[in-house]
């Protein structure tokens, strides 16, 4: 049985060649360099998370893009779809007025003569009615000026009581639904008589030359 002599303190082997300093342990990286490595780790991982931002928010902006160029052209189409079904509609209407106007022809005479009564004044003021509610208008009065836009002149003459061109007689009342004329009215027309403006002004010539002579004396 083996004793341990007191006071005998037990070193590592050495290998033969080695340096006392190479059995002395290492010691651990100090505290200063491991803190000093950690911040450069999170600078990396903060720089990588703002650039996955700046990703997200460029991939936002186009899709927000997208959607409001979507929206605007979405907008449009019911605007166009809507302007295309009214003017589909206003189209129809007036076709379909445009092949009543004789029918309501012959009301308007039947009228004049006396002949618009009994049944077929029922008859008549209730598709009068109609037509009025799907937006036809009735135009075209004697006296008025003639415009050619509005006025089909079907007859021609001249009148000394007139100053203008004026629709002396109404032959067939013109309509139109709304800003649209489906038909123009037709009309008698007359002119000043000729040479009617010259006599007017010698007439007015003469008066102020015998109103000037008193004055003058």
Do not use: W
Not at 79 to 91: G, L
Not at 92 to 115: C, F, K, Y
Not at 130 to 150: H, N, R, S
Not at 192 to 197: C, V
């Amino acid at each position: 049985m083996t004793e341990e002599t007191p006071g005998f303190e037990e070193k590592p082997d050495v290998p033969s060649g080695a340096t006392p300093e190479d059995a002395e342990p290492k010691a651990a990286p100090s505290s200063a360099s491991a803190a000093g490595a950690a911040p450069a780790g999170d600078t990396n991982q903060t720089a990588g998370l703002v650039a996955q931002l700046d990703q997200v928010r460029t991939a936002l902006g186009e899709r927000t893009a997208d959607l409001q160029r979507l929206q605007a052209e979405y907008q449009n189409y019911r605007r166009r779809v809507e302007r295309d079904r009214i003017a589909v509609k206003e189209i129809a209407i007036a076709n379909l007025l445009t092949e009543l106007l004789p029918v309501l022809d012959d009301i308007g005479r039947a009228r004049e003569h006396g002949e618009f009564v009994g049944g077929f004044k029922s008859v008549g003021e209730s598709l009068e009615t109609v037509a009025a509610k799907m937006g036809l208008q009735q135009f075209g009065k004697e006296g008025e000026p003639f415009d050619p836009t509005i006025h089909e002149a079907l007859m021609h003459s001249y009148a000394p009581d007139v100053t203008e061109t004026t629709c002396v007689a109404i032959l067939q009342p013109g309509y139109r639904i709304g800003e649209r004329t489906i038909r123009p009215a037709r009309v008698a027309v007359a002119e000043p008589q000729p040479g009617a403006a010259a006599k007017g002004d010698e007439a007015e010539a003469a008066d102020d030359k015998e109103s000037g002579g008193p004055d003058e004396g």
